[in-house]
């Protein structure tokens, strides 16, 4: 079995959703601290004048499961607003924006990486990847980086790891010598219609999903492939 793992994200990108799809299984390590300032919070959108962040406000805590978003505020509709005004033309727009609206403005979300998690799931459902996906706090996973990486594979029982690409932090000689094959994902960003002359990469999955639709799963699953 080949697992890949990832932090709770907001909203993430192609590269990501393409590691699920080259993965048996995925595991969402959201015991790992929060970082301020980083995906975990935030995600890019198409504007009206090139990439618009949307930006989930969080009451911090040590890790991305104890961080809570705000459940009052105008974040939510604003977000909503902003991927309806993006978006609310393009021709998959009526066929995703519903059931996202609704997970983005109506659950009452325990935690960021709850939040986060859901719309993963939702998202991959989306795209047609069928990967089985984990919870890192299910698995009681312990150590970091690559002595991380070596205890999510002995709990789930993979024989392979697959890393994003530029994770220099993880040491494949001391996965080889636990018996675990290390790959490395190798990914090209798709080009697609995104309804501008010009084309904005590393946007959020929703523009591709938006713009593609059914055609996104092949999209994604195209963009890479393991090293």
Known sequence: MRLSGHQ?????GIIVFNKIA?????????HCDYQPKSWHSHN???????????TVPVIKGQSINETMPFKDGPWRRK?????????????YFNYYFPF?????????????ADLNASLMRYLAGCLD????????ENHNIAGHKTEMLIDMCRKTGAGEYLSSPGETYVDQEQMKAAGIKHHFQKFTHPVYDQGHKDFIPDLSIIDL???CGPESGRIVKEAGYVG
Request: proline letters at 6%; glycine letters at 8%; charged letters at 20%.
């Open 22 to 30: 080259l993965s048996d299984a995925f595991m969402l390590v959201g």
């Open 129 to 136: 990847i069928g990967t089985h996906f984990l919870t890192s």
């Open 44 to 54: 890019f959108i198409r504007g009206k004048d090139g990439p618009l962040k949307l």
């Open 79 to 91: 977000h909503i607003e902003s991927i309806a005004h993006s978006y609310g033309k393009r021709p």
């Open 8 to 12: 709770p994200v907001y909203l993430p």
């Open 100 to 112: 996202l609206r609704d997970l983005i403005e109506l659950v009452e979300w325990a935690s960021l």
């Open 209 to 211: 999903l938006f713009n």
